[in-house]
Structures are given as C-alpha cells and as structure tokens.
C-alpha cells in the first residue's frame, strides 16, 4: 500500500505562467491521468490557458470563480467544472480561499468516460501479448457507507476529538 501525502506542509506554487497565490501537490500522475490538489490563497489567480485534455477542475472548500472561453461564474465546494481540451481556462479567488482536485485526463477516449461509457482493455482471444481489445465495464455492486455520527453523539474516548 502507498499513502500520498498532500495539503499543508506539501505544497509547491504551482500553475501556469502569470499565476499567483496558487500553491499544490501532485497526487498521481501516468499516462492515463495527472491528479493534483491546488490551494488558492484569497485574491489568487490561475491565469486563463489551454492544454490538449480535458480537465476536471473539482472544488473541495471554500470558493472561487472559473473561466472557460470567455464565460466566467462562480464556483462552490461540492461543485466541479469541466475544461475542454484547447480551450483557455482559469481560476482564481476574491476574498475568500478555495482548495480544488484537479483530474486531467490525458486519453484519447475521455470523452467517452466522462459520459460514463468506460471500457476494459483485455487481452484479445488469441492470446498475443501485444494484442488488446475492449470490453464494456460492468456496473459495480455497492452500498452506502456506515453513517458518521453526529457532533453530539460522538465518543471522544474512542480517539481523536472532535
């Protein structure tokens, strides 16, 4: 198992040339997808720039504002814009900070995957080593996760406070 570590303590200034204010981490990066963590302190800013893949720009906390093409609005956590591939893009704050996930995807078939159409690769029936094909991915089961408790039923005996 690996644990990445990111956040405070982790962080680097970070983004294109012209930004400020913006510091962060990446988390994972192949030949699939680059994720990074971004802190924006308040007034900072991600100059508007394009890049060939599409991009997931995913807020944590806090808030902002996001740009594509000439369009700007604002932006919440638990809110995610998605930025083209060639399009000028950007960020930035006002008075307030914002902590975002950034997942850029750097296949061909993205768009694909963002409509939820994902596929395998396998290898193909004759057994080549270098020969693949794809196959639908099937939905997963699951279920919710254990209800956290509230503030008031918390334990604090059982580990850190709340």
Same mark, same amino acid.
């Given at each position: 198992?690996?644990?990445?570590?990111?956040? @405070?303590?982790? %962080?680097? @200034?970070?983004? !294109? *040339?012209g930004t400020q204010g913006v510091s962060g981490q990446t988390i994972?990066?192949?030949?699939? $997808?680059?994720?990074?963590?971004?802190?924006?302190?308040?007034?900072?800013?991600i100059t508007p720039h394009s890049n060939p893949n599409t991009t997931?720009?995913?807020?944590? &906390?806090?808030?902002? +504002?996001?740009? #594509?093409?000439?369009?700007?609005?604002?932006?919440?956590?638990?809110?995610? #814009?998605?930025? @083209? =591939?060639?399009? @000028?893009?950007?960020?930035?704050?006002?008075?307030?900070?914002?902590?975002?996930?950034?997942?850029?995807? &750097?296949? =061909?078939?993205?768009? %694909?995957?963002?409509?939820? $159409? /994902?596929?395998?690769?396998? !290898?193909?029936?004759?057994? *080549? /080593?270098?020969?693949?094909?794809?196959?639908?991915?099937?939905? *997963?089961?699951?279920?919710?996760?254990?209800?956290? !408790?509230?503030?008031?039923? +918390?334990? &604090? &005996?059982?580990?850190?406070?709340w």
């Amino acid at each position: 198992m690996e644990i990445r570590r990111f956040g @405070p303590g982790h %962080r680097r @200034p970070d983004g !294109p *040339a012209g930004t400020q204010g913006v510091s962060g981490q990446t988390i994972h990066h192949d030949g699939r $997808a680059a994720i990074s963590e971004l802190a924006f302190q308040r007034y900072a800013a991600i100059t508007p720039h394009s890049n060939p893949n599409t991009t997931l720009f995913i807020v944590i &906390s806090g808030g902002g +504002y996001v740009q #594509v093409g000439t369009e700007r609005t604002r932006i919440n956590h638990g809110e995610a #814009v998605v930025w @083209p =591939p060639e399009v @000028p893009h950007g960020a930035y704050t006002d008075g307030s900070e914002m902590r975002a996930i950034v997942v850029e995807l &750097s296949s =061909p078939e993205d768009a %694909r995957l963002l409509e939820g $159409a /994902a596929t395998e690769v396998v !290898p193909a029936r004759g057994g *080549a /080593a270098d020969e693949q094909r794809r196959r639908p991915v099937t939905r *997963a089961d699951g279920a919710l996760a254990e209800r956290q !408790p509230l503030r008031d039923e +918390y334990d &604090s &005996s059982e580990g850190e406070p709340w």
